[in-house]
């Protein structure tokens, strides 16, 4: 395995305190919410940016899927919501769950599904999640 990039950030007093990466563009405070005994600041919290990695990623391996496939979809359309729940697990100790919505615009539900379904087979968020967590992919169509 050949490393074509690394990127490292720093989370300093866990979930209520602060986040940071080496090289500047994220610079912000956690806080906890209210659902999980916190005070529900105004600071984004793990869920928040786990989810927006992943939604990204995952716009890319679509966009990259497209691509190879030669298919004509404007890339800065495709969009993808991530919904990631932090979850109790019955064996102790907590969990998370991920649900993508992912908006194609302009494909049939056959190439569409596709589309979802190779991008998850090849995102590396997709790949670290896999067999450890519940994620469920959905397909949004025009109306």
């Not at 497209?66 to 890339?75: E, L, Q, S």
């Amino acid at each position: 395995m050949k490393t074509i990039y690394e990127a490292t950030t720093t989370a300093v007093g866990g979930r209520a305190g602060k986040v940071a990466s080496d090289n500047g563009p994220i610079d912000m405070n956690l806080s906890v919410p209210k659902e999980m005994g916190g005070d529900g600041g105004d600071g984004t919290n793990p869920e928040q940016l786990f989810g927006a990695a992943y939604a990204a990623c995952f716009g890319g391996a679509i966009q990259a899927i497209a691509k190879g496939k030669k298919m004509d979809i404007a890339d800065d359309k495709i969009s993808v919501s991530a919904t990631i729940g932090f979850c109790e697990s019955n064996k102790g100790g907590f969990l998370l769950e991920a649900t993508l919505d992912c908006f194609i615009p302009g494909v049939d539900v056959e190439t569409g599904e596709k589309l979802v379904n190779s991008a998850h087979e090849i995102c590396p968020f997709s790949k670290a999640t896999r067999d450890n967590i519940k994620v469920t992919l959905n397909l949004l169509l025009d109306e």
